[in-house]
């Protein structure tokens, strides 16, 4: 049986908006699936507009309809968005933590429980960041297409199915991509605030964003 509050939002939301909705989901969420780690600290501001843009419109659809819900959904990506770009080395984290709340909640029913679960991912995140977090964009990233199949109209089995193929498949090519990458990254962390750094497309140099420290030649 459909959860009331779906049922209703799914009532005032027109096809059209909803198709663009779930274009974003799958869109989104295929991109972190695969490529997540390459590219996350944007993603992360990107899907924080998500996040933001989607709880402005159900807020404004509870509020006003369709149209206040588009205003608020603007609203609220851009906020979202800048919220999760200033917060980038948490964001992940924070969203890992929240999935993992979720799943538990929902497969136990205990919320005890799962915000106990949810801390602790929580925290594996943060301390381990660096380790996981191509594994967990792939997650991520697939559970979010996951929901945009079922926004297009595909069985929730299959939906599953596929989802569950990304999340393994984006996993395994994400961990090559960390493990290549590493291989020549050591260089390329500051010596003064150890923050990863970034090149000088100009003279090929690395220079630290967050302290200021440059003129480093370019890694071995």
Known sequence: MADPLTGILLSQMSPEVLLIISLAALAIGSVLAFLGKLMWKPLMALIGGF??????????????GEIVGMILAILGGAIG???FSVIVEFALAVIAGIVALGLTELITGSLVLAGIVGIIVLIICIKFRD???GVLMAIIGSLIAGVGLMGLGMDIGISAVVALIMMITGAVVQTIIIKDKKKGSA?????SCGAAMSRNSGNGLWYCPRCGMGGLPPAP
């Open 51 to 64: 996040i933001g843009m989607t709880i402005g419109f159900v807020i404004g659809l509870m509020l006003g």
């Open 81 to 83: 968005g800048k919220l």
């Open 131 to 133: 380790e996981v977090v």
């Open 187 to 191: 260089a390329r962390r500051c010596p």
